[in-house]
């Protein structure tokens, strides 16, 4: 008979049957659990942050309250700690940065999408990402060895000839300060602002960009009337990720802003910001008072850019959900984007 | 308008005409067109400029004795970063073996198993914590793990960790995204089970794009200086291997080697500057071929 055949064949199969069914049972819970304790690690460790930031802080916030905030002192040896000078430092040289970044990076995405042959498109988009790849102490380096003298020697000099009569161009050039500061933070966000802006664009229907056209429309008038107005939420998440960026960034900002305490209408004058003066200055804090006072200084910072990256998501997201309702177009600006 | 255009003898049609509006119009498109080429042969000639100047200023000081030599001591002249090269591999190869594989589940988590909404929330999350200034997550690893013991080597791979963490779980949820439904349901209808469905056709179909991220992750963290001066930056000038210690690293070197006064100092950071460009742009080319790739193979169109 043949029957014994399949007999055999089924008492096998039945025991890698079971053994499967025991393997199946197991691995799912156990690939569900370790998947959520990764993503709940990922939750807590970010609540941890933001607490042992705040916690570090307490000192000084028990002893200076929140008039820290308003104090422009800064002074080791007496003990009197402020946020003032270094909060203005921050927003002077993000906002600065933002002021030509924004723009510059719109331009660049205009090139990108609309004006750039198709064969170079991939390419030059591809070099406009990699300046975001420089790692800040590189950049750091190019700033204090090559752009520091040039700012110096050259751009100064030239912008207080012709803007000399604004105080924010007057008074004495000098290699480190706000400009440079600003300068580099530009370098810095660019790519992030055109990453997002390039995708944002892509997106806008090409019916409407053609019905433009046949109205008469130049290109730059299609590009007013209808680009600009349909990727404006887009745009403007965009800038707000690039000033997140702008207000954390440390290294290359202390390598160049000259790490003086203090307000001066000039952008030729040193200055330093909240990240810059934790970063140079953690070495050599001497007093508990003072390390708890930078800590202080990073619980502001840490509170500035969690509510410019929160905004920023925030639109982004709803943007590009209204924009394409799936995954893929936003890909490419996702990885990018996560890169950043 | 449309009466004179339609007959042949008749005026020439009036949008034709080359107007002062007209040429003004035409001049003002010319001028926006202009600069926003402009705008990009500057971005590109930024990123030449800093490479160029890395390039020509590192190469003079980059030798066999500054790859293989640790620094010289005080007052004396050559030496090299190897205790740096080295510490930088030990430091980013820790922080990768705990952020890859975490940064793949969480990926997995939020584009398979978790709900759409608590899927969107921890995404949140992760962008936030993408953001936190790298010198915020150095102070908070200084608070948690450096006062009261010393900074050491575990202490820098933690902070590098956070650091990497969002990106390679961002990438990796991207690239999982993207993955046909019809694949996993055909798996789950031939009775295969959730997880062998996610382990053998869901992953193995989104590798190339989940490479992307980890590399991505690497070369970001492979250049960071702030989250380690405060954990790991008081570090021996020999070559060591020992993660309970400080070691030092590149960014770290060549951070003080920027703020040194003389020449040969600066020679030394351009030269550690270049050392670090050429991996992390390598890094990047590679990943980002890897993310074409992967992307025709999962059969989006790029």
Not at chain 1, 18 to 39: H, S, V
Not at chain 1, 226 to 232: D, M, N, S
Request: aromatic share 6%.
């Amino acid at each position: 008979m043949a029957a014994s055949v399949p007999e055999l064949n089924a008492g096998a199969l039945r025991l890698t049957r079971a053994r499967r069914k025991l393997g199946d049972r197991l691995g799912d819970p156990i690939l569900r659990t370790l998947t959520w304790l990764a993503a709940a690690a990922s939750v807590v460790l970010l609540a941890l942050l933001v607490y042992k930031v705040f916690d570090q802080a307490s000192e000084s916030f028990s002893h200076f309250g929140l008039g820290f905030i308003g104090t422009r002192e800064w002074n080791a040896v007496s003990g009197k700690f402020g946020a003032a000078t270094f909060i203005y430092g921050t927003a002077v040289s993000a906002f600065g940065a933002l002021l030509i970044a924004g723009p510059m990076a719109i331009a660049i995405a205009l090139f990108l999408t609309e004006l750039a042959p198709r064969a170079i498109r991939r390419p030059v988009a591809t070099l406009v990402d990699l300046l975001a790849a420089i790692p800040s102490v590189v950049l750091g380096l190019w700033g204090i060895l090559v752009l520091a003298p040039f700012v110096e020697n050259q751009l100064e000099p030239a912008l207080k000839s012709v803007l000399g009569w604004i105080p924010l161009f007057g008074g004495t050039a000098s290699p480190f300060g706000l400009l440079p500061a600003i300068l580099i933070l530009t370098i810095m966000t660019v790519p992030i602002v055109a990453a997002i802006t390039r995708e944002v664009f892509a997106t806008v229907p090409t019916e409407l960009k053609e019905g433009a056209f046949a109205l008469g429309a130049t290109r730059w008038e299609m590009v007013r009337a209808v680009i600009l107005p349909y990727a404006r939420p887009g745009i403007v998440g965009g800038v707000l990720l690039g000033l997140g960026r702008a207000l954390g960034e440390a290294i290359a900002v202390t390598q160049v802003i000259g790490d003086t305490a203090g307000i001066h209408a000039s952008l030729f004058a040193p200055a330093d910001t909240l990240a810059s003066r934790v970063a140079s200055e953690y070495q050599g804090a001497a007093t508990t008072l003072q390390i708890s006072s930078l800590a202080y200084l990073s619980a502001i910072l840490l509170v500035f850019s969690l509510i410019a990256n929160t905004i920023a998501r925030l639109i982004v997201r709803r943007t590009t959900r209204r924009l394409q309702g799936g995954a893929t177009a936003g890909a490419v600006a996702d990885i990018t984007e996560a890169e950043v | 308008m449309s009466a004179s255009a339609a007959g042949p003898p008749g005026p020439v049609h009036p949008l034709l005409v080359s107007d002062g509006r007209l040429r003004r119009r035409k001049l003002v498109n010319r001028t926006m067109e202009g600069t926003a080429t402009l705008a990009a042969l500057i971005a590109v000639a930024v990123l030449a400029l800093v490479i160029v100047s890395v390039l020509l200023k590192g190469v003079s000081a980059l030798n066999l004795d500054f790859l293989t030599k640790p620094p010289a001591p005080f007052g004396q002249s050559g030496g090299g970063i190897s205790n740096a090269i080295v510490g930088t591999a030990l430091l980013v190869g820790m922080a990768s073996v705990v952020a890859i594989p975490v940064g793949l589940l969480i990926g997995l988590c939020t584009s398979e198993f978790a709900p759409p909404r608590a899927a969107s929330s921890i995404r949140f999350c992760l962008d936030i914590l993408n953001g936190v200034p790298t010198i915020v997550t150095g102070i908070f690893v200084f608070g948690l793990l450096v006062v009261g013991h010393q900074q050491s080597g575990y202490a820098g791979a933690f902070a590098l960790a956070i650091i990497m963490l969002p990106i390679v779980a961002r990438a990796a949820h991207e690239v999982l995204a993207l993955v046909p439904s019809t694949l996993k349901e055909a798996g789950l209808a031939l009775g295969v089970a959730r997880w062998r469905t996610v382990l053998t056709i869901v992953v193995p179909t989104a590798a190339g794009g989940m490479i992307t991220g980890a590399l991505l992750g690497v070369a970001r963290v492979a250049g960071e200086t702030a989250p380690l001066l405060f954990t790991c930056s008081i570090a021996s000038t020999q070559v060591s291997t020992n993660p309970s210690q400080a070691v030092a690293s590149i960014p770290v070197r060549i951070f003080e080697l920027s703020e040194g006064p003389s020449p040969a100092e600066h020679a030394q950071g351009w030269a550690a500057a270049l050392l670090l460009i050429l991996f992390v742009l390598l890094l990047n080319v590679v990943a980002r071929a890897l993310y074409g790739r992967a992307r025709s193979r999962i059969g989006v169109a790029s």
